[in-house]
DNA sequence: TTTCTATTTGGTAAAATTTACCAAATGAAG
DNA sequence: CTTCATTTGGTAAATTTTACCAAATAGAAA
C-alpha cells in the first residue's frame, strides 16, 4: 500500500506538494437500514481515534482534495462532499495529546517528524459525505492504522477538535437534507415510500409522519411513481418510485422545506 | 498610519506572525434607509477593487482574525461577522492580473514582494459582516488606499474571486436573516415596525407585506411592543418595539421561518 | 376649529399548508 | 378463503399564510 520510503517522503517533502498549514477533514456518515453510521479512524502510531483527513495538493480545488482524501484513505470514491466549516483555533490541536517520542520508537519511520511541517499549526476545512455503508468497505489506506463505522451515538471521543466537527457536521447535513437530493445517495435508483421515509428518519433523527411525508415529496414532484411494485413476502406489494432531479435542483433555489 | 519600515517587515517577515497561505476575506455589507451597500477597498499600488482582508495571526481564532482584519482595513470595530465559505481553487488568484513589477516602480517599499511569502499560493477563509453604514466612516488601514460603500448593484468588477465571494456571502447573509437577529445591529434599540420591515426587505432584495410581516414577528415574539410612539410630523405616531433576544435564540435553535 | 393627507394598525376572510388519523386495498401464507 | 402485516387513498381539523379593507391618528393646512 505504501511503503517507508513514501512515507519518509511525505514527512520530509510534502510540503513541496502539498499547501502546509491547511488540511481537509471529512466527516464521513453512512446509512443502511434505518441506522446512521459515521467512519473513524486512527492515524498510524496515534492512540485515538480520528475523522479521516489529509492535505490538499497544490494543483488540486478543495472538493477535488476532498474527495481525494476519502479516496485515500477509506477506499470509497465517487462520494457526496459538501463543504460546510473551517475550523482554525489555535488550540484546536493539543500538542500534549500528541507524545511524538513514543510513536517514533514505535514507528521509526516517523523520526523527522518533529521538525516536519506535519507539526505547524494547521487549519481544517470541514467537509461532510453521506454513503450506503453496506455498500462499502472501508480500508485503511495512507498513513491510517484503521478504518470503520460507528454507530452516531456510539462514536468514541474523538482527538483534536473532531467532536465538534461531527456535531457542526451532522447539523449541516440536516438542513441540506430538506433541500438538496441527499436521500438520493442512499437509495436505488427505483424504491419505495417506506425507504426514503426510513431514509429522512435516520439522518434527522426524529419521527415523520408516514402517511404526510412521503405524500409531500409526490405533491412537491420531488419524486415520481412508476408503473412497478415490489414483491415483499406476505404484504401488499409497494409502488416504487423514482427522483425527479429537475425539480429537486428548483427546490434548492426556492428553498422548499420538507417539514 | 504605517511606515514603510512596517510594510518591508510585514513583507519579509510576516510568516512569523501570521499564519502563511490563509487568508480571511470580509464581504461588510451596510445597511441604511433601504438602501443596502457593501465596503470595497483598494490594496495599496493595485489597480482594481476587492474585498478587505487579511490574515490570520498564529494565536488568534479565527474569528478574532475577522473582527481584527475588519478593524486594521477599515476602522470599524465590533461588527457582526458569520464564517460562510472557503474558497480554495488553485486557479482563484490570476496572478497575470498582479503586474508586480509596475507595483514595484510606483511603490519601492514593495521591492522583496516577489519571493515573499505573500506570493505563495492561499486560501481564503470567507466571512461576511453588517452594520449600519452611516454610523461608520470607513478608513483605509495598513495597505489598503481606499476603502468605500457601493450600492450592492453598483460594485465595480472585483479582483480575483471576489465577486463569487460578494455573491455566496449575501446568499448566506439571506438564509440567516431568518433565524438570526441580524436587523439588531441595523436598528437603534427601539424601532418601528415600517423601520424593521424596511430593514427586512432590503436585505432580502425583494418586497414582505407591510403588514403582514411585522404581525408575524410580533405573534413569534420576536419583538416587543412599547408603550412609547415616536414622533414622525404630520401622521399617526407609530409604537415603538424592541427585540426579545431570548425568543430569537430559542428561534435559532428550532430553526423558525420568517416567509 | 375643522378638514385634509399620509401613515399606522386592528381586523378578517379566503387560500394554502400541515397535522392527525381512519379505513380500504393488497399480496402471500396458512 | 381467511388472516395478517403493510401500503395507500382519503378526509377533517388545525394552523399558517396571503390578501386586503377600513378605522385610527397626528400634525399641517385651511
Known amino acids: 500500500m505504501h511503503t517507508n520510503k513514501e512515507v519518509e517522503d511525505f514527512i520530509e517533502n510534502g510540503y513541496k506538494t502539498y499547501i502546509p498549514h491547511i488540511s481537509i477533514d471529512c466527516a464521513i456518515f453512512g446509512y443502511h437500514d434505518h441506522q446512521l453510521k459515521i467512519l473513524v479512524s486512527q492515524i498510524e502510531g496515534f492512540d485515538g481515534y480520528c475523522l479521516p483527513g489529509g492535505y490538499i495538493k497544490r494543483t488540486e480545488t478543495l472538493d477535488e482534495a476532498a474527495g481525494r482524501i476519502v479516496e485515500e484513505k477509506t477506499a470509497i470514491t465517487g462520494l457526496y462532499l459538501q463543504q ?95 433541500y438538496a437530493p441527499i436521500a438520493e445517495k442512499l437509495l436505488p435508483k427505483k424504491f419505495t415510500l417506506t425507504e426514503i421515509h426510513a431514509v429522512y428518519e435516520a439522518l434527522l433523527g426524529k419521527r415523520l409522519d408516514i402517511r404526510n411525508f412521503p405524500k409531500k415529496l409526490v405533491f412537491l414532484g420531488l419524486i415520481n411513481k412508476l408503473n412497478e411494485k415490489r414483491n415483499i413476502g406476505p404484504h401488499r406489494a409497494p409502488y416504487l418510485y423514482s427522483f425527479n432531479n429537475r425539480q429537486y435542483s428548483r427546490a434548492l433555489k426556492r428553498g422548499i422545506s420538507l417539514t
Open 84 to 178: 460546510y466549516k473551517t475550523f482554525g483555533d489555535p488550540d484546536r490541536i493539543k500538542w500534549n495529546e500528541l507524545d511524538t517520542d513514543r510513536i517514533i520508537a514505535k514507528l521509526p519511520v516517523f523520526k523527522k517528524i518533529k521538525s516536519s511541517w506535519l507539526m505547524d499549526q494547521t487549519i481544517s476545512i470541514g467537509y461532510y459525505a453521506i454513503t450506503d455503508f453496506s455498500l462499502v468497505k472501508p480500508q485503511p489506506g495512507f498513513m491510517s492504522a484503521s478504518c470503520e463505522w460507528y454507530d452516531i451515538d456510539k462514536v468514541p471521543p474523538l482527538l483534536f477538535d473532531h467532536d465538534q466537527m461531527v456535531k457542526d457536521a451532522l447539523q449541516a447535513l440536516r438542513q441540506q437534507l430538506y
